[in-house]
T-cell receptor, first 116, second 116 residues
Framework: AQSVTQPDIHITVSEGASLELRCNYS??????LFWYVQSPGQGLQLLLK??????LVQGIKGFEAEFKRSQSSFNLRKPSVHWSDAAEYFC??????????????FGTGTRLQVTL | KAGVTQTPRYLIKTRGQQVTLSCSPI?????VSWYQQTPGQGLQFLFE???????NKGNFPGRFSGRQFSNSRSEMNVSTLELGDSALYLC???????????????FGPGTRLTVT
C-alpha cells in the first residue's frame, strides 16, 4: 500500500527566507507525486507534479520540488517566501497506472507560518 | 475555463438524516473523485467515478455512495448521518485517461458538512 509522510507538522519562516518542506513516500513502483496547497476554508490548489523525466520540477508561485528515488523523497522548495505563502501544504502520491492513478494518498500536511 | 464547483458550500444536518452533495467537474474532465477531510484523519479518498462507473473505492462504509451522470457531474450521498461524518468533502476532477498529465486532479472549494 502506498503511504506519504510529512514529518513537519508546523514550520515558521521569515518573509524572504528560503523554504523546504519534506515529503517521503512509500510505493513499490514508479509513483505519481504532487504538492497541493490549501488556504483556510478553501479547496486544494495544485502546485506541481512529477511522473517522469527531469527530477527537478517547477511549479506555480515560484515553487519547485526534487524527486529523489534513492531517498523516496519529493521535497518542496522555494528560494524566497512571501507572506501570502502562509497556508497548509500537502504532498500526495498516486499509482501511475490507468486503474488507480486517481486514488491519491495524502500526507498529513505541513502548516506554514510566515513572519514579517 | 471554469473550475470545479461544489454545492452547497455549507450544510448542517442532524444525526440520522441523509445528505446529497453535488460536484460539477471542469469541462472535458470525465473523472470525478471525492475526498473527506477531517482534523483527525486528514484527507481520505472516498471513491472515483469515470464515465458514469465507479472505478475506485476507498475504505468507507456503505452509507457513503455516489454516482455520476452522463455530463460527468457527480453526486455523493451519505445516509444515516453520524457525528463523525462532520467534515469538509472535496471533489476533484481530471481527464482520467491513460497518460501522465491526464491524472492531474483539480479540486473544488469543498462542502463543509456539520452533523449535530
Amino acid at each position: 500500500a502506498q503511504s506519504v509522510t510529512q514529518p513537519d507538522i508546523h514550520i515558521t519562516v521569515s518573509e524572504g527566507a528560503s523554504l523546504e518542506l519534506r515529503c517521503n513516500y512509500s510505493y513499490g513502483a514508479t509513483p505519481y507525486l504532487f504538492w497541493y496547497v490549501q488556504s483556510p476554508g478553501q479547496g486544494l490548489q495544485l502546485l506541481l507534479k512529477y511522473f517522469s523525466g527531469d527530477t527537478l520540477v517547477q511549479g506555480i508561485k515560484g515553487f519547485e520540488a526534487e524527486f529523489k528515488r534513492s531517498q523516496s523523497s519529493f521535497n518542496l522548495r522555494k528560494p524566497s517566501v512571501h507572506w501570502s505563502d502562509a497556508a497548509e501544504y500537502f504532498c500526495a502520491v498516486g499509482a501511475l497506472n490507468t486503474g488507480t492513478a486517481s486514488k491519491l494518498t495524502f500526507g498529513t500536511g505541513t502548516r506554514l507560518q510566515v513572519t514579517l | 475555463k471554469a473550475g470545479v464547483t461544489q454545492t452547497p458550500r455549507y450544510l448542517i444536518k442532524t444525526r440520522g438524516q441523509q445528505v446529497t452533495l453535488s460536484c460539477s467537474p471542469i469541462s472535458g474532465h470525465r473523472s470525478v473523485s471525492w475526498y473527506q477531510q477531517t482534523p483527525g484523519q486528514g484527507l481520505q479518498f472516498l471513491f472515483e467515478y469515470f464515465s458514469e462507473t465507479q472505478r475506485n473505492k476507498g475504505n468507507f462504509p456503505g452509507r457513503f455512495s455516489g454516482r455520476q451522470f452522463s455530463n460527468s457531474r457527480s453526486e455523493m450521498n451519505v445516509s444515516t448521518l453520524e457525528l463523525g461524518d462532520s467534515a469538509l468533502y472535496l471533489c476533484a476532477s481530471s481527464l482520467g485517461r491513460a497518460g501522465g498529465t491526464s491524472y492531474e486532479q483539480y479540486f473544488g472549494p469543498g462542502t463543509r458538512l456539520t452533523v449535530t
